[in-house]
């Protein structure tokens, strides 16, 4: 498993191939007004909104989305956020059939290894409380969770290892 940065046009067309393949798009995107499944309106904010962090970690939005590839094939995402001076978010979607194979946990100790090269010292995650798979991976880092019982939403924060 490796992450490659979705920072062209090329990249963010492989990641939407994949996603409306594997993926619902709530899933993987802010939503679009609309009918269900992904229309033509769908898959152009999916460009769009992707083409907003191609200049990653020093541009403007302070994010980097990288692409999860397994077994030599592209599979989900997962991003990157500098969301303080020492520390940053993420998130990531998995297409259905890279779930339950190990690849969220890979990816995410990738990403607190690219954390670390970019100086972080932590990594904050949020999620809720019905996704097991999210908890599983993040408990499997490290993660230190905080429940909200009242919302449902879980914070998860992970050290990053200092070299």
């Known amino acids: 498993m490796r992450l490659a940065a979705i920072d062209s046009a090329e990249s963010a067309e492989a990641l939407l191939a994949v996603a409306v393949a594997e993926a619902d ?62 520390s940053v978010e993420t998130g990531m979607w998995l297409g259905r059939s890279a779930r339950g194979r190990g690849i969220g ?22 999620t809720t409380s019905d996704n097991h798979a999210a908890l599983a991976a993040l408990r499997r880092c490290g993660a230190l969770l905080t429940a909200d019982p009242t919302s449902g939403k879980v914070v998860a924060v992970i050290a990053v290892p200092m070299a």
């Not at 094939?73 to 956020?81: A, D, F, K, W």
């Not at 946990?105 to 949020?126: D, I, M, N, P, Q």
């Open 25 to 86: 798009p709530a899933d993987v995107m802010p939503p679009v007004a609309g009918p269900p499944g992904w229309t033509a309106a769908r898959r152009a904010a999916f460009r769009a909104f992707h083409r907003l962090f191609f200049q990653g970690l020093a541009g403007p939005h302070r994010t980097i989305m990288f692409g999860v590839v397994a077994d030599g094939h592209l599979v989900g995402m997962i991003r990157m956020r500098r969301s303080g001076a020492d």
């Open 105 to 126: 946990s890979a990816a995410l100790r990738a990403l607190v290894a690219e954390a670390a090269a970019a100086g972080a010292r932590t990594v904050v995650a949020e």
